[in-house]
């Protein structure tokens, strides 16, 4: 038998995470067209609105039925905006490990909701699952996604060399493929001890722009 997460949603001071739905889609749609999703992203791109609700009604909900993983869409808990997205992916139940990705819409970057919803996610991950590791995959000059990272703690474990390919946009307007390392990063349950109060102690969530 598969295990499987919990069809849940996590709540945080600002942030609920919880499964998309189909009223996600003109959001998603956006947030995945923007640039810098784009560029640090495998996306599809133009992203369509056919591409948001296939992943929405297909995709996500099979990475949690096959046991692979979970996708919750971020939202503010006052306005209920769509701001972001994070996918637990690769997941090992033997190991129990998993890999997190996530993306912030260009209308909220610079509030920290990277930071928060990782950070939710990697309590949520441990305490609740009983999880033992959480890795991060960053590009090598994605420097916003390793400050995330170094903000809920992640340790550097090394480079995997012209391990991704993120894109640029040529003269004529057109992607470019552009082949890149990758930093991996991990996180354990023990490095969580006292991350929660040096956010407090440094001003919280809002010192710098995060994206994916």
């Not at 296939?54 to 209920?80: N, S």
Request: charged content about 25%; proline content about 4%.
């Amino acid at each position: 038998m598969t295990s499987t997460f919990p069809n849940i949603s996590i709540s945080t001071e600002r942030l609920v995470l919880r499964p998309l739905d189909e009223d996600d889609v003109p959001a998603l749609t956006e947030m995945m067209n923007d640039e810098q999703v784009g560029a640090w992203t495998s996306v599809p791109q133009p992203y369509t609105e056919k591409d948001a609700r296939v992943w929405i009604t297909e995709i996500a909900p099979a990475e949690r039925a096959e046991g692979r993983g979970i996708v919750l869409a971020v939202t503010e808990f006052l306005t209920q905006r769509l701001v972001g997205m994070v996918h637990l992916r690769n997941t090992d139940w033997r190991v129990r490990a998993s890999e997190i990705a996530y993306v912030v819409a260009p209308w909220a970057r610079g509030e920290g909701y990277a930071t928060e919803a990782a950070l939710a996610t990697a309590q949520w991950l441990f305490h609740d699952q009983k999880f033992e590791r959480m890795e991060l995959r960053t590009a090598a000059d994605n420097t916003a996604s390793q400050q995330v990272a170094q903000k809920i703690g992640c340790i550097s474990e090394g480079v995997l060399r012209n391990a991704w390919i993120a894109r640029t946009r040529a003269e004529n307007g057109e992607w470019t493929d552009v082949r890149t390392d990758v930093i991996v990063w991990s996180l354990l349950p023990e490095d969580l001890a006292g991350v929660s109060e040096q956010l407090a102690d440094t001003g919280g969530f809002t010192s710098f722009n995060d994206w994916n």
